[in-house]
């Protein structure tokens, strides 16, 4: 991963505190109502929510889990699924309990909240965790372009879904948005750091067997 995601990382994070603090603020309720006028019965755009369904999620990290153990024996990785996409939904519920603020089209005693968004939240995280391992490996540049800007589009497809189906708050698919990316970056740093230690391992350990045998 390249060095200015980091700093990337760091500004989507106070972002997301942004959000938090002034999300009850006049100036956001404004940009939120703005957003939804236009955004607001966009029928293709509505549909496009299926993309951050639990459902979708489920099926699509189910099959690169597989495809990570099949085809690569990757189990680093698997967990890389593990703590991005489940932990990443776990929280995502979490906070939705935690701050209670209700769906736009929903009352308040209606148990069923809406920050952050978790069609953008847990969206791009799956998606992004797709597109890291498909273009991991993948020997041309104007295809890991490709895979990630399909993996981008797809992210604001789904989350702007539901600012156009009332279900969310702009602030909400922001926040969402901006969470998911700061927590997929610091997965990513994680499963970064284990690789370089364990290719430095394999590393000592093949030069100590070759010094052995030239004994």
Avoid: C
Wanted: zero cysteines; a neutral charge.
């Amino acid at each position: 991963m390249k060095r200015i995601f980091y700093p990337m990382a760091m500004a989507t994070l106070l972002g997301f505190f942004g959000i938090l603090y002034y999300y009850q603020q006049e100036p956001v309720r404004e940009l939120d109502e703005r957003a939804a006028l236009l955004f607001g019965g966009m029928e293709w755009l509505k549909a496009m929510s299926f993309i951050g369904e639990q459902w979708m999620i489920f099926a699509v990290s189910f099959l690169l889990l597989v495809f990570l153990w099949a085809f690569r024996h990757n189990y680093r990785g698997m967990f890389f699924v593990f703590l991005a996409v489940g932990a990443g939904n776990a929280l995502n519920q979490l906070l939705q309990q935690w701050f209670g603020r209700p769906m736009p089209d929903f009352p308040e005693e209606v148990a069923s909240y809406s920050f952050p968004s978790d069609h953008a939240m847990v969206g791009l995280l799956y998606l992004f965790t797709l597109a890291y391992f498909l273009s991991e490996r993948a020997g041309a540049r104007s295809i890991r372009l490709a895979v990630w800007l399909a993996a981008v589009l797809l992210t604001f497809l789904a989350a702007l879904s539901q600012v156009a189906s009332g279900a969310h708050f702009l602030s909400d698919v922001l926040a969402g948005l901006f969470l998911g990316y700061t927590l997929f970056v610091l997965v990513a740093i994680w499963y970064e750091m284990r690789e370089r230690q364990f290719r430095k391992r394999q590393y000592l350990r093949a030069a100590e067997q070759e010094g052995m045998g030239e004994r």
